[in-house]
């Protein structure tokens, strides 16, 4: 049971931490993210939102895994 609250933690601490990087990407460009998407539909910039989230994704996975135990052959 203790693997399973460890996963949910785990989950919602990557789910947080990636909105707040999203938002604070947000700030840093220098147009509004949601208005080049939905009214102008600028393919250039969901591809590269899409980059950003996967890149960002795979950061947080790879902060919250547990590091992994090393065998040292005998």
Known sequence: MGAFIASIFSALLGILLFILAYKVYDLIVPFDLTK?????????????????IIGISIIIAATIMPAPQIVMPK
């Open 36 to 52: 080049e998407l939905e009214e102008d539909q600028n393919i250039a910039v969901g591809i590269v939102i899409a980059g950003m």
